[in-house]
Nanobody
Framework: QVQLVESGGGLVQPGGSLKLSCVLS????????MGWLRQAPGKEREFVAA????????VYADSVRDRFTMSTDNAKSTVYLQMNSLKPEDTAVYYCVTRNNYFYSGRVEEWPYWGQGTQVTVYS
């Protein structure tokens, strides 16, 4: 049974930083792509970032590129999302996701496994 457990969300002022963590269990870490999605209040879920094990590439949504960095720790079966220069519009529940494919996808509906989510609130 695939399980994803996120942590690290919280309250932060604009310009601040947070680092999210996600621990994967139930499958071999590194076999399938992993990513982050988010859902802001009153909005649809959207793609944030993902990594593809096959070619080692990582992709980011335009809205977070150059501010967010996704990384992995294979020994801990953990992926991270370092979020810098946070803006109020980054406020959302962030979800760690994985899929049954080596390659990432920018389409929310192509990620079948989700964690419970962690709240990130950027306030003035």
């Amino acid at each position: 049974q695939v399980q994803l457990v996120e942590s690290g969300g919280g309250l932060v002022q604009p310009g601040g930083s947070l680092k999210l963590s996600c621990v994967l269990s139930g499958r071999t870490f590194g076999d399938y792509a992993m990513g982050w999605l988010r859902q802001a209040p009153g909005k649809e879920r959207e793609f944030v970032a993902a990594t593809s094990w096959r070619d080692g590439g990582t992709v980011y949504a335009d809205s977070v590129r150059d501010r967010f960095t996704m990384s992995t720790d294979n020994a801990k079966s953990t992926v991270y999302l370092q979020m810098n220069s946070l803006k109020p519009e980054d406020t959302a529940v962030y979800y760690c996701v994985t899929r049954n494919n080596y390659f990432y996808s920018g389409r929310v509906e192509e990620w079948p496994y989700w964690g419970q989510g962690t709240q990130v609130t950027v306030y003035s």
